[in-house]
């Protein structure tokens, strides 16, 4: 029997594994033994048809791919990047990266070709939270643990559909909810999630800074804040407390679309309870303005001093399995590695440890920034940003101005595989292993449980052999996963709170470890947690006439974003189609359309075919189609945050027709 941990949400749930049997672990803390669909059936997903098991490679993409050799992909691959200025290579990868293939990257592209231009698809996903936690908290760290809800009265869920989206976290929700434990959702649907809540509150998208503020202002107004905690351990009290004075109230709750009766039955439940936990995911990130909702949000818990102590504290769900991995490495072209930035005392700790003189001061490019850059060499690991990217009629005509386009993916059928020119196939989740932090800060081993197919590579071997290539021999000499960690893991003490050295990567699928256990304070540097004031600015794009529907986009339980490990025709796990659009009864009523029947959705930016599903669980005038189907961001609108440069797929104007109508 060996031990491993599931590679899809970043709930990371421990699993066990015997030839042709995986069921979860029953002494792994995170699930006790509980998986869901997607868990349970990695090893499906290894031996399907759809796998990558050959480089290929072509001139040009109008022309089918032919079938290369490593050497002669690599050559070409490192010969290109030589001749090109460092400024015009990118290097897009992924929060399912495992942290090995992260350091690797990392090193290559910051510490040895020199271009900060190395960003990952985190940047669409958990940017807004790492630049929230860093404002106010001081670094990007998150003060609080899943287990934490046992020990909570509340939990607000916000923005976030555990249900479908962090499914063993949400059993262990139902659990604690047995032991007591009060459950809010806000959100615009009455998701699967909502339907576990004591009070759910149907916020109009968009609405979230002035719900938080709304409680932040009342919380000071009535004097129940934590006065002692403000005094001592924050910054910018007064400010707030000024600012809040004159806030429009009414407007503001007008903008939340709910009703008094509903704010006040919250907020009696919210001053009643003693241990609070919010827990927030993309429906607050993925917005013009994510990096203020985090700030609004987290707001809260410092008022309160509900932080720092057990069974508080705001709870960033992390998506993919090793987001967080990636984010300590430092794979974001916004940091230079282990939470460390780009001024010189940083830089020049990072080039004394991988012995280089090449780092630039200056960050680079942004996994929403590269496919504007006019760049020459674009590498994508682990992930497809043709089908992620918002406005994707523009991402086509951007990246086919690329000259090379590089993709590595253990799958043949992504949608960026039609713009490559090579492609370069990985070894998947159980074919190679390695480590991954999950939500909460605890770091795992993925195992190898099979042989790997003979001509696949691990993601870090892949980027070594294109390091190696470039005459970079000694700094890239690594024999296995362990060997990188280990490197990583002496890098990681340039970071006076960060503690991963004391892991140690033999016992890790035994025993998880849980770095950043004993930190209780702010990470400023005085010390000191930040207020911050932030208000609505109405930045997203406007409904109109012509676009009258704000369209929401998500996740269903059993499907992991392109399917190309979960839309299986062996699995089958499909218990939401992958194409629906759900429309409220009284607009599907106006438009004259019915329940299955087959719609149009534009927005300024394409069209999409899809099947309306009619149901009150969503708002009147927003629409939700799920991102199983590959192509709805022909829809979303590319407005970004400004800080966090992070998209706005959540609120895009949309209009809906009946398909036959169209026809007529
Ligand atoms: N089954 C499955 N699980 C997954 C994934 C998957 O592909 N499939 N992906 C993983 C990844 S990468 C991620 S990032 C997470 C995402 O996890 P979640 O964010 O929980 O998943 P979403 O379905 O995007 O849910 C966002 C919710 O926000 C709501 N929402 C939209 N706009 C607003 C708003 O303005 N305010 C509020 N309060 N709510 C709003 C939406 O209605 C939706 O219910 O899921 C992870 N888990
Ligand atoms: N409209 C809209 N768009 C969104 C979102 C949304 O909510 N709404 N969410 C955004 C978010 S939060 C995210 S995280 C992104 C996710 O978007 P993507 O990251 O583009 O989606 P995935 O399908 O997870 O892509 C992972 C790719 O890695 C490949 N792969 C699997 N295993 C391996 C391996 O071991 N090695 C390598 N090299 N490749 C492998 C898979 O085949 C797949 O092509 O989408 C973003 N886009
Ligand atoms: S909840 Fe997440 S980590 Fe756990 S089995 Fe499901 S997908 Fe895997
Ligand atoms: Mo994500």
């Known amino acids: 029997m060996i031990k491993s941990v599931c590679g899809y949400c970043g709930v990371g749930c421990g699993l066990e594994y015997e030839p042709n049997k995986l069921i979860g672990d029953i002494a792994y803390p995170t699930n006790e033994g509980k998986v869901c669909s997607k868990g349970v059936s990695e090893l499906i997903s290894i031996e399907t048809e759809t796998r990558l098991l050959r480089p290929q490679i072509r001139q040009n993409i109008n022309e089918p791919f032919q079938t290369t050799s490593w050497d002669e992909a690599i050559e070409r691959v490192a010969s290109t990047i030589k001749q090109t200025p460092k400024d015009k290579i990118g290097f897009y990868l992924s929060g399912q990266l495992l942290t090995e293939d992260y350091y690797i990257a990392n090193?290559?592209?910051?510490?040895?070709?020199?271009?900060?231009?190395?960003?990952?698809?985190?940047?669409?996903?958990?940017?807004?939270?790492?630049?929230?936690?860093?404002?106010?908290?001081?670094?990007?760290?998150?003060?609080?643990?899943?287990?934490?809800?046992?020990?909570?009265?509340?939990?607000?869920?916000?923005?976030a559909n555990t249900a479908e989206a962090h499914v063993v976290f949400h059993n262990n929700i139902k659990k604690a909810k047995k032991q007591g434990l009060k459950v809010v959702v806000i959100d615009p649907r009455f998701t699967d999630t909502a339907k576990i809540a004591d009070i759910y509150l149907p916020i109009k998208a968009g609405g979230d800074i002035d719900f938080f503020n709304l409680l932040s202002k009342r919380l000071i107004d009535e004097e129940q804040y934590n006065k002692p905690f403000v005094k001592k351990y924050l910054n910018g009290f007064e400010l707030l407390k000024n600012k809040f004075k004159r806030a429009a109230v009414t407007k503001m709750l007008k903008r939340t679309g709910l009703t008094q009766e509903q704010f006040d039955e919250f907020y009696n439940l919210y001053i009643e309870s003693e241990n609070i936990i919010t827990a927030w995911t993309m429906g607050l990130n993925q917005s013009v303005q994510g990096v203020d909702k985090n700030l609004a949000l987290?707001?809260?818990?410092?008022?309160?001093?509900?932080?720092?102590?057990?069974?508080?504290?705001?709870?960033?769900?992390?998506?993919?399995?090793?987001?967080?991995?990636?984010?300590?490495?430092?794979?974001?072209?916004?940091?230079?590695a282990v939470h460390l930035g780009f001024d010189r005392e940083s830089i020049d700790k990072v080039s004394k440890f991988w012995k280089t003189d090449k780092i630039d001061n200056q960050v680079g490019l942004t996994a929403t920034q590269m496919l504007d850059a006019n760049l020459d060499v674009l590498i994508i690991c682990h992930t497809d940003p043709v089908y992620h990217l918002p406005n994707r009629h523009h991402t086509q005509r951007q990246i086919k101005n690329i000259p090379l386009v590089?993709?590595?993916?253990?799958?043949?059928n992504s949608e960026t595989s039609h713009?490559?020119?090579?492609?370069?196939?990985?070894?998947?989740?159980?074919?190679?292993?390695?480590?991954?932090?999950?939500?909460d800060r605890t770091i795992t081993k993925q195992e190898k449980l099979t042989r790997t197919s003979i001509e696949c590579r691990a993601d870090w071997m892949i980027f070594q052999l294109i390091a190696q290539e470039l005459g970079f021999k000694e700094a890239f000499d690594f024999k296995n996963p362990k060997a990188i960690f280990e490197e990583y893991q002496q890098m990681t003490k340039l970071n006076r709170y960060m503690d991963i050295s004391q892991a140690n990567y033999d016992e890790l699928s035994q025993k998880p470890f849980i770095w950043g256990k004993k930190i209780k304070h702010f990470l400023t540097p005085d010390r000191k947690g930040n207020l911050f004031y932030v208000e609505n600015r109405l930045l997203s794009e406007k409904i109109s006439l012509e676009y009258p529907f704000i369209l929401l986009t998500g996740r269903t339980r059993d499907q992991w974003h392109t399917g190309t490990k979960t839309n299986l025709p062996s699995t089958l796990l499909k218990y939401k189609p992958l194409n629906f659009c759900e429309i409220h009864p009284e607009d599907a009523k106006k438009l004259g359309i019915d329940d299955g029947e087959s719609i149009q959705v534009s927005s300024k930016r394409g069209t999409i075919i899809t099947v309306a599903v009619v149901t009150e669980s969503i708002r009147p005038k927003s629409l939700f189609i799920p991102i199983s189907n590959r192509e709805v961001n022909f829809l979303t609108n590319d407005l970004l945050d400004r800080e966090s440069l992070e998209p706005d797929y959540n609120h895009s104007a949309v209009k809906v027709e009946r398909l036959d109508n169209e026809k007529e």
Not at 406 to 412: D, K, P, S, W
Not at 424 to 437: C, D, H, M, N, V
């Open 406 to 412: 590089v993709e590595i993916n253990a799958y043949q």
């Open 298 to 336: 987290i707001n809260t818990h410092l008022l309160t001093g509900k932080i720092f102590k057990e069974g508080n504290g705001p709870l960033s769900l992390t998506g993919q399995p090793n987001a967080m991995g990636g984010r300590e490495v430092g794979g974001l072209s916004t940091m230079l």
């Open 419 to 439: 713009y490559a020119h090579i492609q370069l196939p990985a070894a998947p989740w159980g074919e190679k292993e390695g480590i991954q932090t999950n939500l």
């Open 107 to 159: 090193k290559l592209a910051k510490g040895f070709i020199g271009t900060n231009n190395i960003d990952t698809n985190s940047r669409t996903c958990m940017a807004s939270a790492v630049v929230g936690y860093k404002k106010s908290l001081g670094a990007d760290f998150v003060p609080v643990r899943m287990e934490d809800i046992f020990k909570a009265n509340l939990l607000i869920l916000t923005g």
